[in-house]
């Protein structure tokens, strides 16, 4: 007999994964236990009465099959311990609206970052911010831009799938080692200025650039994320929402001015910068009001052993009037940042797997066609891809095809990665670099609107 098995919404809201069956329902005491199921869009799993052995599960059907019938598996599913087809684990970040979990993918054991939000408390304003960011992340197409591969939802949370970046915050090892050496403070920020010029590129303002919100993939890649107060305007639009960290709020926020949100974004850039090679923050105060004084006043002292090039380029981004400041591009030519070769923004790639099912292997690229075996392997079928189509990034399916998807562009990409033939010396002690964070005084861990 054909036994067929649910893979629609399982245990506790869970989403799993979506496929159509051909064969008819089963008759027995099995049925009774599946029936409150829908048959429709799920996996047929064969089976004989007469003794002939079944034939082998694959990786989707017996996952779908756990989710319904692994004690286990839908306890944890019950719990929150999985989301769709993640393994929930540690928490590794706190946002104002939101945490973040490391989850497992079951299918590919890619591991991930979750984002999770309560539903109950996403008011209209939270609720623009996050469509916002799952908008500004699907749009951007740069190997130093976090991925988006995935949205679940159950009754309660909406829960972000993201790329997960091992190294942990650019702030983090800051405040753990000290600031960077100047070979590694041009590798990090020229990844963080191509990224920000892509985004600028694509019409979005980021409006939250600090060292919080750059991530470490490996000890030499960073990876600008957190959009969730990203927004889509022209250059020459002016915003009113006063939102992101004051140490790196430039000063018309504070003068409640309308702003242009590239020049915000430059700001940002050049508090990081001095941030990243000093180890302490331009602008310090105990409270908001005294840092905004320090931010309008614009003072503050750079170290002399901060290479002159380097000075020049801090002084040219922390400019008080928004049109005085260096633009991306003068940035990205300038004298302290001539060695580095920047990196490109990708060619936009597809986020819905539709395609795969409609293209013939000579018409797939080399990463397409290894996807789409890949996909095959688990035993995501071509059918499965066409009953898929519309679903965007709220569909499993989708999410394992973007996994597997920027799988292929990482293995690439370190293929091609240059090779650093040489190691700048740094005549600073780890000690010395220390001390010079020490006198931060006051961080951007609270990310407020003003």
Same mark, same amino acid.
């Not at 949100?261 to 508090?271: N, R, T, Y």
């Not at 320090?294 to 380097?310: K, N």
């Not at 990196?343 to 292997?361: G, I, N, V």
């Given at each position: ?7 629609g919404?399982?245990p506790a ?12 329902g089963?008759?027995?005491?099995q049925?009774?236990r ?7 869009d799920?996996?047929d799993?064969?089976?004989?009465d007469?003794?002939?052995p ?9 996952l779908n099959?756990d989710?319904?019938q692994?004690d286990r598996?839908?306890r944890e ?6 989301i769709?087809?993640?393994?929930v684990r540690g928490?590794?970040?706190?946002g104002n609206f939101?945490h ?17 939000l309560?539903?109950t408390k ?5 609720q623009?911010?996050?469509?916002r960011e799952?908008s500004?992340m ?7 831009i976090?991925? +988006?591969?995935e949205?679940? *939802? &159950? =009754? ?7 790329? %997960?970046?091992a190294?942990?915050e ?6 753990m080692?000290?600031?960077l050496?100047?070979i ?7 990844q963080i200025?191509s990224?920000?010029?892509h985004m600028?590129d ?5 409006r939250d650039?600090?060292?919080e ?8 890649c ?6 969730g107060?990203?927004t +889509?305007?022209?250059r020459? *639009? &002016? =915003?009113n929402?006063f939102?992101?960290?004051p140490? %790196?709020a430039a000063?018309?926020l ?8 590239v020049?915000v ?5 050049g508090?990081?910068?001095f ?5 302490t ?8 009001a005294?840092l ?10 750079l ?9 020049r380029?801090i ?11 260096c633009s991306?591009?003068?940035m990205?030519?300038?004298e302290?940042l001539?060695?580095?070769d920047?990196?490109?923004?990708m ?10 099912a409609?293209?013939t292997?000579s018409e797939?690229e080399?990463?397409?066609a290894?996807?789409r ?5 688990l ?6 891809i ?7 990034c709220?569909?499993?399916v989708t999410?394992?095809y ?7 562009h990482?293995r690439r990409?370190?293929e091609?990665?240059?090779v650093?033939?040489?190691v700048v010396g740094?005549?600073?002690?780890k000690k010395?670099r220390?001390k010079a964070?020490?006198?931060?005084r006051h961080?951007s ?6």
């Amino acid at each position: 007999m054909t036994a067929v098995y649910p893979s629609g919404v399982g245990p506790a809201g869970a989403t799993v994964g979506s496929s159509r069956g051909s064969g008819a329902g089963s008759t027995g005491g099995q049925d009774r236990r599946y029936a409150r199921w829908s048959r429709q869009d799920s996996s047929d799993i064969a089976t004989d009465d007469e003794g002939v052995p079944a034939r082998q599960l694959t990786p989707l059907e017996r996952l779908n099959l756990d989710m319904c019938q692994d004690d286990r598996v839908v306890r944890e599913l019950t719990v929150g311990r999985r989301i769709g087809f993640y393994k929930v684990r540690g928490e590794i970040g706190c946002g104002n609206f939101s945490h973040v979990k490391l989850g497992i993918h079951a299918l590919t054991n890619d591991k991930v970052a979750i984002k999770i939000l309560d539903k109950t408390k996403l008011d209209q304003k939270t609720q623009r911010l996050l469509s916002r960011e799952i908008s500004s992340m699907e749009r951007l197409h740069h190997p130093n831009i976090i991925r +988006l591969y995935e949205v679940v *939802e &159950t =009754l309660s949370r909406l829960h972000l799938v993201m790329e %997960y970046a091992a190294g942990g915050e650019l702030y983090t090892k800051i405040s753990m080692e000290g600031k960077l050496s100047d070979i590694d403070s041009k590798i990090v920020f020229s990844q963080i200025l191509s990224a920000v010029k892509h985004m600028h590129d694509n019409s979005i303002i980021h409006r939250d650039l600090k060292a919080e919100n750059v991530f470490y993939t490996c000890s030499t890649c960073v990876k600008v994320g957190d959009f969730g107060f990203s927004t +889509l305007s022209r250059r020459d *639009e &002016t =915003l009113n929402t006063f939102c992101g960290s004051p140490p %790196y709020a430039a000063p018309e926020l504070f003068r409640d001015e309308h702003y242009l949100g590239v020049f915000v974004d430059i700001w940002a850039l050049g508090v990081m910068l001095f941030f990243m090679v000093t180890g302490t923050m331009p602008f310090r105060a105990d409270t908001v009001a005294k840092l905004k004084r320090c931010i309008l006043e614009g003072a503050y002292v750079l170290p002399s052993w901060v290479q002159e090039p380097c000075q020049r380029l801090i002084r040219g981004i922390l400019q008080p009037q928004p049109s005085d400041r260096c633009s991306v591009e003068q940035m990205m030519g300038c004298e302290w940042l001539l060695p580095i070769d920047f990196p490109r923004a990708m060619e936009p790639f597809k986020l819905d797997p539709s395609y795969l099912a409609e293209s013939t292997p000579s018409e797939l690229e080399e990463d397409e066609a290894e996807v789409r075996a890949a996909l095959e392997i688990l035993g995501i079928t071509l059918e499965h891809i066409l009953n898929n189509q519309g679903k965007d990034c709220r569909s499993s399916v989708t999410g394992v095809y973007r996994i597997l998807l920027h799988r292929a562009h990482k293995r690439r990409a370190v293929e091609s990665m240059p090779v650093v033939t040489h190691v700048v010396g740094s005549s600073v002690s780890k000690k010395d670099r220390l001390k010079a964070y020490h006198s931060l005084r006051h961080t951007s861990k609270l990310c407020v609107i003003l």
